[in-house]
Structure formats: C-alpha cells, structure tokens
C-alpha cells in the first residue's frame, strides 16, 4: 500500500482532493476492476507518487461505484488519471504511461518547494511590509531558479524600489520563452517607462507644460508618470500630443512609449484599441 495514496469517495473528494491539492499535487486515478491496463497502471503510479515523499498524493477511484464523480469529470476511458493544483483541475491523461512518460506528466505540475515561501512574500507585501516581501522572494528565486513567479513578483518589488537595473537583468533571460508572457510584457513595459532619476509631481509637470508648450521632455515625463499612476487615457493623450507636435523626437519615443502604455494596460481594457485607432490615424493621415 502506498504511504500518499487513498481510496476516495464522494464524501471525501472535497477533502482529499480540493483541500489537499492546495499543499501538494493531487492525481486522481479513475479506475475500475474489470479495466487490465487499470492493474498495470495502479502499481507504478503508488511507487512513483512514494518517490516524492509527499509532495504528490495519489487518490483512488472506482468509477463504476463513483459515477456521479466519473460523470462530472468526464471520464470517457479508462484509467483516466486527472492531476489537480490549487483546486484547479490542470491536466489529465488516459491509458497506462510509462515510467518516464508518468514523471515528465508529474514534473510539469509539481508545485515548486519553494512555493510557500513566495506565498508567504506575496502575504507580507499586501501587508504592506515590503522588506521581508523582497527578502523571501530573493529565497524563493536563489531556492528554485525555475520558479517563473517568484522572480516576476520580485522584479515587480525591485520596479517600485526603483531598482530597474537588477529588475531588468533578472527579467531579460525570462523574456523569450516566459510562462505568463502577459505578466512579463508588462513588466517591460514598467521597466521602459521607469525613470532614471527623480520626476516632478503632475501638477508641476503640468506647469511646465502650460508655460513651456513645446517642451516634449516635459510631456515625456508626464506622459510616465500619469502611467504609473495607471490614469490611462491623460497618459495617452499627453503622449499622442507629442507623436502630433514632432515624430522625430526622441528617436519617436512618443509613439513607443505609447505601445509600453498598451502594455502595461490590464488586457482586453477597452481604451487600449481607442488608442491605437487615434494613433494610427495620426501616423497614416
């Protein structure tokens, strides 16, 4: 008998499946005794899942006597084995794997050891002590360098720091073959509309501006930092401004920070396509 392995029914699958995939991966193995791959298949998963000393648990279903948990997970063949991660089914597959093959199913979802250690970043930087958030995160990333989210939150916090010289070293290797592409785009485009130094507040900004119409660098600045401060049609508008007044400027830095600002923008925000329909009109007219 398996040590991270059990028998489950309806009256615990909430328990031992749901819950427990929030500390470790969860596979779920729908079976039957009539199934011969299903024999085959049983044996090898038990002595695998022992091999990560807790860190899978193996959970046991009969499908014929459980057909209303069959039924709402849609298994059509069996044994079908279904791997949850934090609640979420993630991924499944059917028939009986080899061994190597059932690793490289189990390595794709194995949560990393140094996930509770990010957690535990993510909970102190909410609670606003961003010391230790950046101390656990430098853990979690020296602990397990694979762990994609762990070094994004941390160049978040070193972004805010102002520390974008080691926010972007750690995050150019990420770039071409990232996980949360999103995440990592907006990251970039954060980094880009970073400042090299202190930035006057808005209101001076603005003041220049009324005074000095024609000091790009003066929109520039306030174009970011209207950004930053995530109020995305000023920011735009300030920036189109200067696409509008010369696009040579800057090597046409108007309009390429215009696109760092798309995104940066959360995905799929409406004002994202209003924009880059008045910018084009602008270049194409």
Not at 40 to 45: A, H, V
Not at 54 to 75: C, N, T
Not at 135 to 151: I, W
Not at 210 to 230: F, I, M, S, V
Request: net charge negative; with cysteine; aromatic share 6%.
């Amino acid at each position: 008998m398996s040590r991270f392995s059990q028998d489950v029914t309806t009256a615990n699958f909430q328990s031992a499946v749901i819950a427990a995939s929030q500390e470790a991966l969860v596979l779920v193995d729908f079976w039957a005794e009539w199934c011969g791959p299903c024999r085959t298949l049983k044996p090898l998963l038990e002595k695998v899942v022992d091999s990560y000393e807790g860190r899978v648990r193996l959970v046991k279903i009969d499908s014929d006597r459980e057909q209303a948990l069959a039924s709402r997970y849609q298994v059509r063949s069996i044994p079908n084995v279904k791997a949850f991660v934090r609640g979420q089914l993630v991924d499944e597959f059917s028939g009986a794997l080899p061994e190597s093959a059932l690793r490289a199913f189990i390595e794709r979802w194995l949560p990393s050891p140094m996930q509770a250690t990010l957690d535990a970043a993510r909970e102190a930087r909410q609670a606003g002590d961003v010391r230790t958030a950046e101390a656990r995160l430098r853990q979690a990333v020296a602990g397990d360098p694979a762990l994609e989210a762990a070094r994004l939150e941390l160049i978040d916090v070193l972004i805010d720091a102002g520390a974008t010289d080691e926010a972007s070293a750690l995050l150019q290797p990420l770039s071409p073959r990232a996980g949360d592409e999103d995440r990592v785009k907006a990251l970039q485009a954060r980094l880009a509309l970073a400042s090299d130094g202190p930035v006057d507040d808005v209101a001076t900004l603005q003041a220049r501006i009324a005074a000095e119409p024609d000091n790009l660098d003066a929109r520039l600045a306030l174009g970011k930092r209207l950004a930053a401060q995530g109020a995305w049609a000023d920011s735009l508008d300030t920036l189109l401004e200067i696409v509008r007044r010369d696009r040579s400027y800057g090597d046409d830095i108007g309009r390429r920070t215009m696109l760092d600002v798309f995104n940066l923008m959360p995905p799929g925000h409406p004002e994202i396509r209003i924009w880059r329909a008045r910018l084009a009109q602008l270049i194409n007219r």
